[in-house]
């Protein structure tokens, strides 16, 4: 089945604690995505990555670190996790282009104490 | 810089009212994509259509129909006949592919409550 993961997928962890969100696809997408949904603020872009090695900002990338060294997986690491960064977290993939449509993860909810 | 504006935070209906939501975009490209997204309840996120910046024709897929307008910077999407599965957040964004980088930038989403 095609599909995008996500581990794990709830997370309370305490400020400063050095936290890793796992994501995975299936469908040898190039490009994968990493967003947080907030209450009121919709869905923002942190990270994207358009191949293995080539990863980019989105709009709200500080305090978030990513690498992409397999096209199937896309962590999202949070070196020093703070209260701010509690949220709803996805994961999402889509093939080639900008006009493909992305296939996301189930969601990741992390709360930072 | 892009944006996604959805001015509608919540929207109530009866049942088998029609509905419209409202999507208006800016972007400086003029190759663009512009894309709902449904997350009902249950949370996940569920990609209804897409349409780019040189196809302006209107699109009906059942209940759902679009309305994409470039004079306006608008994209709209209109449930007819609205039913209690319809309840969910719905999600306008914006795509682009320019100078080198990707971006997606979503709506804040509008919550939409059918009841029966």
């Known amino acids: 089945e095609a599909q995008v993961t996500q581990n794990p997928r709830y997370l309370i962890t305490v400020t400063g604690k050095k936290l890793t969100v796992t994501c995975s696809q299936n469908?040898?997408?190039?490009?994968m995505s990493w967003y947080r949904q907030d209450p009121g603020l919709g869905l923002r872009q942190i990270y994207y990555s358009m191949n293995v090695e080539v990863t980019d900002k989105g709009d709200v990338p500080e305090g978030y670190k990513v690498s992409r060294k397999e096209k199937r997986n896309f962590p999202l690491i949070l070196e020093s996790p703070s209260p701010n960064q509690t949220s709803l977290y996805f994961c999402?993939?889509?093939?080639?282009?900008?006009?493909?449509?992305?296939?996301f993860g189930p969601g990741t909810r992390l709360t930072v104490l | 810089a892009q944006k996604v504006t959805q001015a509608q935070t919540e929207i109530s209906v009866v049942e088998k009212e029609d509905v419209t939501l409202d999507c208006v975009y800016e972007t400086r490209d003029t190759t663009y994509y512009l894309f709902w997204y449904k997350q009902p309840p249950s949370g996940e996120l569920v990609f209804l259509i897409r349409?780019?910046?040189?196809?302006?024709q209107n699109e009906i897929s059942g209940r759902y129909s679009w309305n994409f307008q470039k004079s306006t910077s608008s994209f709209n999407f209109t449930i007819t006949a609205s039913q209690v599965v319809d309840s969910a957040v719905y999600f306008c964004?914006?795509?682009?592919?320019?100078?080198?980088?990707?971006?997606?930038?979503f709506g804040t989403g509008t919550k939409l409550q059918v009841i029966p």
């Open positions: 964004a914006l795509s682009v592919d320019s100078g080198g980088y990707q971006k997606v930038t």
């Open positions: 349409r780019n910046s040189f196809d302006e």
């Open positions: 469908m040898n997408h190039e490009y």
């Open positions: 999402a993939s889509r093939w080639g282009t900008s006009g493909n449509e992305q296939f």
